[in-house]
Protein backbone atom coordinates (compact mmCIF):
# COMPACT_ATOMS: atom_id res chain seq x y z
CA UNK A 1 0.00 0.00 0.00
CA UNK A 2 2.63 2.43 0.51
CA UNK A 3 3.81 2.19 -3.09
CA UNK A 4 0.62 2.10 -4.93
CA UNK A 5 -1.74 4.83 -3.22
CA UNK A 6 -2.08 8.11 -2.79
CA UNK A 7 -4.25 10.63 -1.01
CA UNK A 8 -7.17 10.21 -3.37
CA UNK A 9 -7.60 7.02 -3.22
CA UNK A 10 -9.81 5.08 -0.88
CA UNK A 11 -8.65 1.80 1.26
CA UNK A 12 -11.20 -0.86 1.99
CA UNK A 13 -11.29 -3.46 4.85
CA UNK A 14 -13.70 -6.40 5.43
CA UNK A 15 -13.85 -8.37 8.10
CA UNK A 16 -16.64 -10.63 9.35
CA UNK A 17 -15.95 -9.94 13.58
CA UNK A 18 -14.64 -6.51 13.02
CA UNK A 19 -11.65 -8.23 15.22
CA UNK A 20 -9.53 -8.83 12.32
CA UNK A 21 -5.85 -7.47 13.71
CA UNK A 22 -4.46 -7.23 9.72
CA UNK A 23 -7.18 -5.50 8.61
CA UNK A 24 -7.09 -3.02 11.33
CA UNK A 25 -3.58 -2.56 10.80
CA UNK A 26 -3.76 -2.16 7.06
CA UNK A 27 -6.72 0.54 7.56
CA UNK A 28 -4.27 2.63 10.07
CA UNK A 29 -1.43 2.92 7.78
CA UNK A 30 -3.98 4.21 4.95
CA UNK A 31 -5.43 6.69 7.36
CA UNK A 32 -1.59 7.82 8.37
CA UNK A 33 -1.25 7.94 4.13
CA UNK A 34 -4.45 10.42 4.36
CA UNK A 35 -6.56 7.78 2.27
CA UNK A 36 -10.15 7.61 2.95
CA UNK A 37 -10.82 4.53 5.07
CA UNK A 38 -13.91 2.64 4.99
CA UNK A 39 -14.80 -0.86 7.04
CA UNK A 40 -17.30 -3.56 6.05
CA UNK A 41 -17.84 -5.19 9.93
CA UNK A 42 -20.03 -7.91 11.37
CA UNK A 43 -21.39 -8.57 14.94
CA UNK A 44 -21.16 -5.14 16.91
CA UNK A 45 -18.17 -3.72 14.45
CA UNK A 46 -15.56 -4.58 17.20
CA UNK A 47 -12.24 -2.67 17.37
CA UNK A 48 -12.15 -2.18 14.00
CA UNK A 49 -15.49 -0.04 13.69
CA UNK A 50 -14.54 1.93 16.73
CA UNK A 51 -10.87 3.07 15.79
CA UNK A 52 -9.83 6.32 15.22
CA UNK A 53 -8.42 5.56 11.91
CA UNK A 54 -12.11 4.47 10.08
CA UNK A 55 -13.77 7.32 8.57
CA UNK A 56 -16.73 5.30 7.40
CA UNK A 57 -18.09 2.18 9.34
CA UNK A 58 -20.88 -0.19 7.68
CA UNK A 59 -22.02 -2.51 10.10
CA UNK A 60 -24.19 -5.69 9.70
CA UNK A 61 -25.21 -6.04 13.29
CA UNK A 62 -25.47 -9.97 12.85
CA UNK A 63 -23.46 -12.57 14.49
CA UNK A 64 -23.92 -15.26 12.09
CA UNK A 65 -21.67 -15.11 9.65
CA UNK A 66 -23.26 -16.19 6.75
CA UNK A 67 -25.66 -13.32 7.11
CA UNK A 68 -22.76 -10.71 7.52
CA UNK A 69 -20.82 -12.07 4.41
CA UNK A 70 -24.26 -11.90 2.22
CA UNK A 71 -24.57 -8.26 3.37
CA UNK A 72 -20.85 -7.74 2.78
CA UNK A 73 -20.91 -8.69 -0.64
CA UNK A 74 -23.63 -7.52 -1.98
CA UNK A 75 -22.84 -4.09 -0.59
CA UNK A 76 -19.64 -4.38 -1.94
CA UNK A 77 -21.04 -4.97 -5.25
CA UNK A 78 -23.36 -2.19 -5.31
CA UNK A 79 -20.47 -0.17 -4.15
CA UNK A 80 -18.06 -1.14 -6.32
CA UNK A 81 -19.92 -1.69 -9.23
CA UNK A 82 -21.73 1.76 -9.09
CA UNK A 83 -18.37 3.81 -8.95
CA UNK A 84 -16.59 1.17 -11.90
CA UNK A 85 -14.11 0.41 -9.72
CA UNK A 86 -11.51 -2.53 -10.30
CA UNK A 87 -11.17 -3.40 -7.00
CA UNK A 88 -13.61 -5.71 -5.77
CA UNK A 89 -10.56 -8.82 -6.52
CA UNK A 90 -8.69 -6.68 -3.86
CA UNK A 91 -11.46 -6.38 -1.45
CA UNK A 92 -12.08 -10.03 -1.73
CA UNK A 93 -8.09 -10.94 -0.90
CA UNK A 94 -8.47 -8.24 2.20
CA UNK A 95 -11.49 -10.44 3.04
CA UNK A 96 -9.65 -13.93 3.12
CA UNK A 97 -7.26 -12.58 5.68
CA UNK A 98 -9.84 -12.54 8.50
CA UNK A 99 -10.16 -16.38 9.43
CA UNK A 100 -11.39 -15.39 12.74
Known sequence: MRHLASPQDIALGISVTGSCRNVLLALELAHSMDLLTLAM??????????????????VARSYDPLIVKEIQVT????VLVNTGSPCYNIAWVIRSLDWQ
Open 75 to 78: TGSC
Open 41 to 58: TGHDGGVIASSESIDFAF
